[in-house]
């Protein structure tokens, strides 16, 4: 019999397979659902920046529009306007938002988007004070984890390929049809490969699927250069959902019957989706744990004293200098800048604690990098959150660009103040500006090469070992 | 032609088969018969190649099933004691996968004209096989063995189970293929269809061929004493 004539026989059996429809139908709805939900996060997060860079905007339009009269006016008793102290306008008044951009594939894994901060709120005080900025998600929503696209991919295809092939050909022998096959003159190995072929087809058929309509519900593809990225999560998808299916077909190898097969493969979806990223994230948390916020406070605060103290002195010496100032209000400028000088006292002293914390971090990062091999789940998880800009790296990026801005943002005032030199409209027209170029979606796409072609070549194995296995598969 | 030439199996330390040889020429039919473990289903078994005999041979229409299983099955029908066939696909639908396994596509038509041949009512074949009963799958299963046009069937207890009326059929559809020149080897625990259909019968108990007895030399009441002589003995 000719290859192909079998081939779609094994189709034409599919379509007779028990739930199929309903199995196909969930995914799509799944996956619908999970783009959507995976948008509206986004949303909220937008809905919840636009108010407060709208309500800056008119804040620094007024302030501007107050420069502008002072500046024509020629009344000399006109006092000088807030917007014209670099001071009082770096340090109080004005806000600076720095939000992050994000790749168009970011509605479809939520990665660690929600527990870092999605932008900044910079002022002119020294690093150290500046506050993370968020959308205050809810906590419920936080302890469960989001459901986007990739949660689906991650945690649910892999029970619905268990669904669809843990009784792949257990169940034919139970039935006893496999000794009729056996019977018909046709190749055991062959009629098995057959099948697989089949399933192993229809399952990544149903995974593409799923993520072309995902990627089109969000209007990836109207976008050239994120075809690349969109390619990309579909090929970790693919691999990921066969490395499930060489499971099930590992399984089904063994000889066991379809209930001991599910058992199994429950096991195995239980061991390798749900403990053991906790067990790698235990481990890189008590190898390298984060030292301890106690003493960083501890260190803060005295640290805070004694800038504040070299403040009161060097306040002293001024007004000591100067004893016509003394009786009057202290100017407010002076006081910033003695606040700019001990922030930076403090930033000092406080630079090897932070710096610990940071080291700490990435030194959990690199274990969590390379120890993600060992959970498939992991793997897949963390090359979604790579191509939706949503991963620690992007947003570790996206941090080290923000303070370097805060950097210029605090010097612009603080050397206005130090200078003693007043904001004019020119000034103003110099305030910095936040320009960074997110990671191109080529590099972000390079980056889960290594991850992709992993989980490839697992998937290649385990059916491979499975294929080996069925040759000794006997029908009775 | 069916052949076995001194089959041993051994599973361990447990013999299953010690021995057995027997020929079934085109155009007969032989019954082997005996109790349960007897070494009925390993003989089938090893014609089907499904398992290896630990010595001696199984030859199919002159062809060595362990050296070419798959030239060994071109001709070969296997109807097993259940015939088990995909319970949501038709009758019908069932003749025709099993037929493109076996080598040979067959049409709508050619497949309905079957199952006719094989007994099955024309209406009986677009329904689905799960609410077929036995005797319907059986049918279904001689229809694959007359579409594969076999000149050597293997039939393991194919009348368990089945009501007399529904069994005679079966009987009568064998010997139709016997007379068409099929070798046909049943085995089974029913002396008295072993000895209306049958043309030759072999006893076996624990893996021993006992004894072979042509049926028209012996009559049902011989049948059973000689059975039963060899089974307390």
Redesign the interface.
Known sequence: MSRPHRLLAEVALLRHLPGIRTLASLLIALAILATVSGLSRLSTYAQTIEPLQTAEQETRSALRDSMRRFESSESATMATPLAAKPGALGFTVLNEYVVIKRPPLAPLAAGVSDLLPNYYRFDAHAAFLQRRAGTIDNPLRLAAGSFDLAFVLVFLVPILVIALSYDVMSREKELGVLALVGAQGVSIRRFIAAKLLIRGLMIVTAIIGVNVIAMAVIGTFSEAPMLISAASWTLVAVFYGLLWFGLAALTNAAGFNSATNGVILANLWLLLVIVLPAVINMIATNVYPAPSRVDLTTELREASTEAEERAAEAREQYFFDHPDLAAGDVDQEIFYRDVARGEDDIAQSIEPWLRRFEEQAQRQGEVVAWMKYFSPALLADQSFATLAGTDRNYHAQFKVAAFNYHTDWRKFFVSRLENDIGMTGDGWSQLPAFNWSPPHAGKQARRVLVPAAVLGIMAVLLLCMALIKFRRYSPV | MLEANQLVKHYGSHEALRGVSLKVEPGEIYCLLGANGAGKTTTI?LF?N??TATSGNAVVNGIDVAKDP??S??R???I?E????????SGL?NLR??S??????LSDDDARELLLQAGLAANAAHKEVRAYSKGMRQKV?VA?ALA?RATAL?LDEPTSGLDPKASNEFSELLVQLRDGGAAILMTSHDLFRAKESGSRIGIMREGVLLNELVSSDVSHGDLERIYLEHMSG
């Open positions: 078994n089907l499904f398992i798959l030239g099955k071109r070969l029908a296997y097993p259940q015939v088990m066939l995909y319970g949501l696909l639908e996968y099993f493109t396994l076996g080598g040979r596509d299963g694959i594969k293997l």
